[in-house]
């Protein structure tokens, strides 16, 4: 038998979270071709470790303390030394940035990094460390057309260098059962309308909007309820601000959920009026579960959700907007059944796990096969 082609698959931290969620999809099918994959987490791995131990992926944690950690670099060098891959495909800019710097110093065939959003938050010091350190950069995969155009229009990368890939639905099939059922499992109410809005409890994904907008929603539906499913910094804040608005009672913080299947099976409606976005898992999985789909208008969400034909886009982000289009979906069964068979039928199409994930490892073949420029 061949020895397998070793491919290092670089990330922060494994919260869970999308980019990990996708690592972990790639890294098990990886398994099953001429790859080996193995993951190293820069600062703490996490719950989708056991996954990846279950299909027999290593794992490994570095232990990063803070920002600058230098013992990063040799311990990266250290690793790459012993591996010895012939692919490196890192995720995100603190990924990005350590995997290239040590490809300064141990030969590597191809050095792939993933950008998972239009990241605006950088300044003019991550363009230049971004452009500098493209040097070492084969190929840029960029989630979603959004973030391809950011990465070409602001920072500068050739567009020849980037290949847009989008994310896989890690779900194919709504498991069978009934949303009564589904809401008994997961713990959920029974009784009245139920509104999503999954994600990490961090400022850009805008739960804050969702609690305004939910309360000026209960005075139209008063028996609805609200689930919020994940953990992160803004969870004390946002508990606070529920209680404020009178939705103690009302407002579920579910925090990171295993059976999240369930939860998706139990919703009446899906909102997501995030501030600044790649490509997100969460609408996908709403929309593999026939849940229709509220979300802001940016990059990566407008190219999931068609506004009329896929779910609605919201032109601004306001809690004023987003109630008055909860209440049209919550009026308008047939819209609702509408939206979400046409959601569905794009994520089938388009965003399909195992089609997105051979395009990756096409990559890999193609740069593997290719000399390395010298530069």
């Known amino acids: 038998m061949p020895e397998k082609i070793k491919v290092l698959l670089i990330i922060a931290t494994f919260d869970a979270g999308g980019a990990q969620q996708q690592i972990t999809e790639l890294a098990v099918r990886l398994k099953d071709t001429e790859f080996e994959p193995v ?197 004390q804040t946002l508990r606070k601000r529920a209680a404020e608005l009178n939705l103690t009672g009302r407002v579920i913080f579910s925090g990171n959920v295993c059976n999240i299947e369930d939860h998706y099976r139990s919703l009446d409606m899906f909102v997501f009026p995030t501030i600044n976005e790649g490509l997100p898992n969460a609408l996908l999985e709403a929309a593999v579960f026939g849940v229709p789909v509220i979300a802001s208008d940016t990059e990566g969400n407008n190219e999931v959700v068609l506004d009329g034909e896929t779910g609605l886009l919201l032109k601004n982000i306001s809690p004023l907007e987003l109630s008055s289009r909860m209440k049209e979906l919550a009026g308008n069964a047939a819209l609702r059944a509408k939206l979400a068979l046409g959601a569905k039928e794009r994520v089938r199409k388009v965003f399909d796990m195992e089609k997105n994930t051979g395009e990756i490892i096409s990559e890999y073949r193609r740069l593997i096969g290719k000399p390395r420029s010298i530069i």
């Open 39 to 235: 993951v190293i987490c820069l600062a703490r791995g996490g719950a989708l470790e056991k996954k990846l131990a279950s299909a027999g992926v290593r794992c490994l944690v570095l232990g990063k303390k803070h920002k600058l950690d230098i013992s990063t670099l040799f311990r990266l060098v250290k690793i790459f030394r012993r591996e010895r891959p012939s692919v490196i495909h890192s995720y995100m800019f603190t990924s990005n940035l350590w995997a290239r710097l040590t490809a300064f110093f141990v030969k590597v065939r191809a050095v792939i990094i993933s950008e998972r959003a239009a990241d605006h938050w950088k300044g003019p010091l991550h363009w230049v460390i971004d452009r500098l350190l493209f040097n070492k950069t084969d190929l840029l995969i960029a989630v979603s057309k959004g973030v391809e155009a950011y990465y070409r229009d602001i920072e500068g990368i050739p567009a020849s260098s980037i290949k847009v890939i989008y994310n896989g639905c890690r779900f194919k099939d709504t498991p069978p059962g009934s949303r009564e059922e589904a809401r008994k499992a997961a713990g959920l109410p029974a009784e009245g309308l139920l509104i999503g809005h999954f994600g990490r409890l961090v400022p850009f994904k805008n739960q804050s909007v969702t609690l305004e907008a939910f309360a000026l929603f209960l005075k139209s539906y008063p028996g609805s309820n609200l689930v919020l499913a994940g953990d992160g910094p803004m969870e």
